[in-house]
């Protein structure tokens, strides 16, 4: 089973290399975003990456295109059965490609959100097969989510 773990950098990184003991026995893929801090240095790993997505950058509209064309790409050289996602932004066009082919979608919820929603999660909430929470205090916002505590 192939399998998919993608995220944009920062918190939503760390908290997705928290579940990569979980994938370790599956052919397994990292996506996440290119920054000026630096790249994921892994020789364990294989990584690809999307240009970091700024929504207040005014290229915003032109990263975001490239970043479909680019998860599109990656998708169909993959073509991963599993979809697992911290967020943000960045990885929901990939994502939504994977529900269009059939992947089955698990989003977490961010650890940082206590209680509101993400705008990324609100998107996912839709689409996702597994929508979990890391806070029992975000069921409000999102009834149908699991909790199993935090990854952290």
Known sequence: MKVCLISSTGGHFDELTKIIPAVEDHDYFIITEKNKS?????????????MQQERKNLLFLLVFAANIIKSFYLYVRERPKVIITTGAG???????????????????????????????????????????????????????????????
């Open 38 to 50: 630096g790249s994921v240095h892994t020789s364990r790993n294989k990584v690809y990456y999307l």
């Open 90 to 152: 960045a990885t929901y066009p990939f994502c939504l490609f994977g529900k269009l082919f059939g992947a089955k979608l698990i989003y977490i919820e961010s650890y940082a959100k206590i209680y509101s929603s993400s705008a990324t999660g609100r998107l996912m909430y839709k689409i996702s097969d597994e929508f979990f929470i890391q806070w029992e205090t975000l069921q409000d916002s999102y009834p149908n989510a699991k909790y199993r505590g935090a990854l952290f």
